[in-house]
């Protein structure tokens, strides 16, 4: 059986995942994504063949959105669900919760019977993944004082710094779309600034997808309009992430001519850099004014790049005029969701299955890394579960 | 015992609910409409008898409301609980979703997981019912095109047409009331409209009403002051069906008088149909002194027929002095949750536990809604249960 | 094994909370009151060697919450959750319910399916346990009328009068940290008012813990400023339960003096009785100026006593300048989560773990209501549970 060979490969791995929270890819190793990566498709399997993975009798997995979400809240609660936990929302505005005192407090407050909290945390730069390790340590005192008979693992939701569940999803897309990571050695892949007629979108998905991609020996180019630089250090962190895995990593600053002979497109918008620290500035200080200025100064001048739009002429110059193009969705597409956006109406349709696909792998991710967090040997765990056989549905 | 006689009726039925959604009553046969019946009565015995019908180890049933409720609300969570899945709710204030482009995206992205998705629509005439069968289109879609591993099923929670949980359940209560659905064969049912100091109550009771209660034989007449028309087609079809049931179906104008022999009375407040488009229109636009203005016109129009209550005096005319009297609830009971109302008090009260029995069969209606969509011989899977004899409570 | 002794203590007890809602401490007697600490340990003790109390197969626990919450919130999801129990909120501002007719028909409306309800009602003096009572009046009616099939119970999340979950998780917590009921005859324990820069605190916990303290054969000390008083009523009975139990009860007006030689603490502010009377007054009548001029009133005279903090200073005198401190948090730490407020922060984080392990308690003692209502013999049940040893985690 198909699956039993998944699990073979799983056993393979040498991993330090057991009661680690996932909070950024780069923390993690290579053979710590191929098992959460197989993980996850091992789950979905067994799903699909109605076989039910579910490991919690009962059990809380708290989420705590500093963001709205539609696509995360539902796969996390999916994720959640498949293993027998239920979701429990610890809504900020019922009861604000802050940094300090507070977190630490409130991080115990909600964890006595708790087994997960996932976390998204993405408005202020270099707060959110902060807060997250805020959370952890309150959590390892909590249960190092005896006050928790666990200690629950954290998942990062999306911070300002990464996007692990998202680019993990992009990655195993990646690796059914081209049949293995190994065929994915060489493949040219453009993470691309695109226009979007909104402001201040996170920096967590091009971060992501750089510091992720350029792991497996893909050429990663990074393309934006001067003055639309990510956070330095997860640049510096790819370029020397493409050393070692035998791909490379650049930047440029023209989105046709970045598209040339791309395997893969990631066309997407970010706010830059400076912007979003002076944002994150003034949205502490609650300036209001100042961010109404920032926000126009800005819109102003994305309006000068409303030639970055994924089209029907850019895709031309890709691989074979068919490029895969990835997207984290919702896309602003022209003539769709907006006037003038991140890609054209057709080239969208074209692709938008595959987008739809690639969103799909994102709960099982998430089961995953939930999985591997509680299961020393998730291997010989997935093994019991076949053997066991549990319908997911039916009597 | 008495469930497997229950069962066994409901294998001599011929049915075609497996894999449907369940949108509007007239889409279905009589013979499926016995069907959900009998599968809620036997739903209601077993969990009563402490057998647990649950199917799902694991799952989700997401529930989109677009207009407020408490009833269905719970209805729903109970019937999705008592087959094993948990509710997560699609809330558009945290996520806007729209017609178009993001309907079928977003409809694609909350059932990757999910097993079915209940959704109440019922503000815009013409568009509740085509929201979701928009919904059920970019579900095809996805499970076609290999995006969803399985089609999650539709449950119409009320649209602008129809409440199909809301008349199924009044239909089972009538059922229980009269000991069988051929007992309902000549029995006089008045669906009257009544007074009401709110306005733009929805159509889609007593839409449902006439539709479903013309199929079974019954003398129906509908009610209302010159001006509150209902949806004219969904008239025509309560007409047809009263043809071919060998029941009767008429249009009246003045409540006493239609009330005189009435075996079944449902006196509820709509607003006419002719303002619903009005409304609808301006609610589009965003025309808020438009809106203003129609609701201070409509309510000086319903001001005209406080006389449209039901109380002592037109319950005298009724079969035995004692038609039983049916709402969906709440109602607007005079001198107790409004000055003037829909009811007198004391014949509300009279009622009042009735009423309460009939909205205790929508739960029921809704979880036996799922398992026909589900299961493809509910009678078989319906006796595996019985013989597993699961408790629902206990060790 | 200990669990099995703690079983058998259990057995021994004679009480009669079989089918009886949980909202004040004293009307329960002291068995009861042991029962329930016992069945909370046993729980605790069950889910900590990984061993699941589940009893539900499916079911639903209402929560109605009229404050803000987050610990009671999580406590009642957790306590739910670990006897199989899928939260279903109530959410007023959906769906407004209010006192009379309508709560006598939701009531009903929301416990088809379900087996509990969880109030959290307390900003009205007189109101919240009368709206718990109208809540069990209508169930009681709904169940005797046939209208549900099982009656479901109430837990008093927190009302005007008491705070049950809270005063017996506390009296938990000094159990185990005495090492036994017996123990906490003859100890000090001094429960008073202490500064805070908020107003309009509830009274539900100093009255709770007065009158289940006193219970005990402690020495309970209640020390506020004069004109902080607490309902009359249960100052009374907080003096009779002292003369039965062998205890005593006094109320002194200096923090600093009634600290002398206590063996515990639980410095926490409150909003004097007859403020909250008019505040009472006011809300009803939405007299927006006549409470903000009450409230700056009220913070005026609170400004007189920001001497009232528990500190280093107040600590001294204690039982060996070490008095056990308590609080339900979060607490008002000065210089912490306020400029001045209840504690000092060195105080304060001396005992900080301590009041997360009192709080850690609070789950159980509400899945220990939740069992000792549905089960009538509790300690049977446990060890059927313990018998068939199903796995909480794991396959």
């Known amino acids: 059986m198909e699956l039993k060979k998944n699990i073979e490969l799983l056993g393979q791995l040498k991993t330090n995942l057991y009661h680690k929270d996932f909070l950024l890819t780069w923390e993690k190793t290579d053979a710590e994504l191929q098992a959460i ?12 063949a109605n076989i039910s993975p579910r490991v919690y009798n009962s059990g809380l997995a708290v989420s705590i959105f500093r963001d709205n979400s539609t696509r995360t809240r539902f796969s996390y609660a999916s994720a959640a669900n498949l293993l027998g936990l239920a979701v429990q929302d610890m809504d900020e505005t019922k009861s604000q919760i802050a940094h300090g005192e507070t977190v630490r407090e409130t991080a115990n407050m909600i964890s006595f019977l708790s087994d997960f909290i996932g976390i998204r945390d993405d408005m202020y730069l270099g707060e959110g993944n902060k807060y997250m390790r805020e959370v952890g340590l309150a959590l390892d005192d909590g249960y190092q004082q005896g006050v928790l008979s666990s200690r629950p693992g954290i998942i990062n939701l999306q911070c300002d710094q990464d996007h692990p569940t998202q680019s993990m999803a992009d990655l195993l897309h990646l690796e059914q779309h081209f049949g293995s990571l190994d065929n994915l050695y060489g493949k040219k892949l453009v993470m691309s600034w695109a226009y979007s007629p909104s402001y201040g979108k996170p920096l967590s998905v091009p971060q992501g997808i750089i510091a992720l991609m350029t792991r497996f020996g893909m050429n990663v180019e990074l393309a934006y309009p001067k003055g639309y630089e990510l956070i330095p250090e997860i640049v510096d962190l790819a370029t ?84 895969l193009y990835m997207h984290c969705l919702p896309a602003d597409i022209s003539g769709v969701s907006c006037q003038a956006g991140e890609v054209s109406g057709d080239v969208f349709e074209k692709y938008r299955i595959p987008t739809y696909v690639e969103a799909g792998f994102k709960p099982y991710i998430i089961a995953a890394m939930m999985f591997a967090n509680k299961f020393e040997h998730p291997g010989q765990t997935l093994n019991q579960i076949l053997e066991s056989n549990t319908k997911r549905f039916g009597v």
Request: glycine share 6%.
């Open 37 to 48: 990566l197989n993980i996850a498709l091992i789950l979905k399997k067994m799903r699909e």
């Open 240 to 323: 020397e992430n493409a050393k070692k895995s035998g791909g490379s990593f650049g930047i440029t600053h023209n989105m046709k001519d970045a598209m040339q002979e791309a395997d893969i497109v990631y066309p997407k918008s970010w706010a830059p850099f400076h912007i979003m620290q002076q944002r994150t500035e003034l949205l502490k200080k609650s300036d209001k004014q100042g961010l109404a200025e920032l926000e126009k100064a800005c819109l102003a001048n994305n309006a000068q790049f409303t030639d970055w739009e994924y089209n029907a002429d850019k895709m031309q110059g890709t691989k074979n005029q068919d490029a």
